[in-house]
């Protein structure tokens, strides 16, 4: 279903969410302090406009209300952010995705009544570390404080075993949720201990962070 969303703050992060939100197919109204960001946004969203987000009648002027979700995209001027996402809720915008740049933003951003969160480059730099400690390791989500799911590529030590003889959850206290397929599209969905891993396979685990480093240091 096409949906409406203001992006505000054409960084790399908001020019990145713009640029995909309008190739899903949904009308994208980017605004901007600066003109030279707003001109060259002008061809790339639905409407792209110049205004200070900390302005509320400004805001209140380009019906910020009448669409379905605003991105605050806006991550050095931490006081811009703040003060953006509270008039945005104050002038009854439904949902708001905002950008911390590091853990006190992310709480007072939380506390004005945020829905959605994100920590682009913290969450970027974790997955890019697990990358590198081990090469294994395709992606890497943080689902809570406490687990995580991380996409892994079946290791010379994991070929032609079935997850029981790996142990991955007698051992590891992992769950494989998703093996998928080499080449094909094919996904087995809730494996089986008997399943075996071949060259090629992706699993997808989830576990406690101290349970999937065991396993990445293990088997990967
Ligand atoms: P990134 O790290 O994703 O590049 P930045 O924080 O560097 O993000 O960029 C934020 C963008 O938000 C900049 O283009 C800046 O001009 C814009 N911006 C900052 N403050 C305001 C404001 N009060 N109103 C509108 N746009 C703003």
Known sequence: ???????????????????????????????????EKVN??????TQAIQLDSTDEN???????????????????DILASILTTLLLKGLGVTKITAKANNDY???????IG??????????????????????NVID??????????????ASAKMIGKSLEELEIRAKYGCTVIAIKKNGVRAINISPQGRDIIQEGD??????????I??????LC
Do not use: W
């Open 1 to 35: 279903m096409k949906k409406s969303f203001i992006v505000i703050g054409l960084g790399r992060f908001g020019t990145s969410i713009t640029q995909t939100l309008m190739k899903l197919g949904h009308e994208v109204m980017v605004i901007d302090c600066e003109e």
């Open 40 to 45: 060259r946004a002008s061809g790339m969203a």
């Open 58 to 76: 400004a805001l209140r002027e380009v019906g910020v209300s009448n669409f379905d979700e605003a991105i605050v995209a806006i991550g050095s």
């Open 105 to 111: 933003h992310s709480k007072v951003l939380e506390k």
């Open 114 to 135: 945020a829905d959605r969160i994100v920590h682009p480059e913290r969450d970027m730099g974790i997955r890019v570390a697990h990358h590198i400690v081990s090469s």
């Open 140 to 153: 890497f989500i943080e689902l809570s404080s406490e687990y995580s799911l991380v996409e892994i590529s």
């Open 202 to 211: 992706l699993l997808v685990v989830i576990g406690t962070y101290k349970a």
């Open 213 to 218: 480093s065991l396993l990445e240091d293990d």
